[in-house]
């Protein structure tokens, strides 16, 4: 596979994952071009090796650490808090049924966005990129053990917040 079909062909994963990992799409799209841009360099290493996703999942995931490193990008966006749900009127009814389901889930990635980036990035690769244990642990570059061990600490603190904001 060529460097241009593979780009072609899981270029958008790549964004999403960085987008989940992140929690902004511009900030994704530039980390996966940087990523590209050194595996581009070293494809024909890569495409030698065992599994290019990991290799380039690992590199979008290091540029993610290092983007955060740099003092300069100490910004981070806030969200705008929504206690209750927006009505939406249909024929002269209230419904707030599809605002719901959005701030619930609006209301779940601030709580993933909360988590360590370890955590946050077993999160992901688990119940977003559906990845077993095994790829996870290639992709941080730690074991199986450990991945598993931050999937149950990043689960309980989910749980523990999601209980806390929804009793009071």
């Known amino acids: 596979m060529t460097f241009e079909e593979y780009v072609a062909a899981r270029g958008p994963a790549l964004v999403r994952f960085a987008a989940l990992l992140t929690g902004d799409q511009h900030r994704a799209e530039d980390l996966v071009q940087d990523a590209l841009t050194k595996a581009y360099l070293r494809w024909g290493h890569i495409r030698r090796g065992d599994d290019p996703d990991v290799y380039l999942r690992r590199l979008v995931l290091n540029a993610s650490r290092s983007w955060w490193r740099r003092l300069r990008n100490r910004e981070v966006v806030d969200i705008v808090d929504v206690d209750e749900p927006r009505l939406i ?13 959005a701030a ?15 955590q946050r990035a077993v999160v992901v690769l688990r119940y977003y990129e559906d990845l077993d244990d095994t790829t996870i642990a290639r992709i941080l570059d730690c074991s199986a053990v450990t991945v598993r061990t931050h999937a149950m600490r990043a689960l309980h603190r989910l749980r523990a917040a999601y209980q806390e904001a929804t009793t009071s």
Do not use: K, Y
């Open 89 to 101: 009127f249909v024929n002269g009814d209230a419904s707030a049924a599809l605002d719901t389901g």
């Open 104 to 118: 619930e889930r609006d209301a779940l990635w601030r709580l993933i966005r909360a988590l360590p980036e370890q």
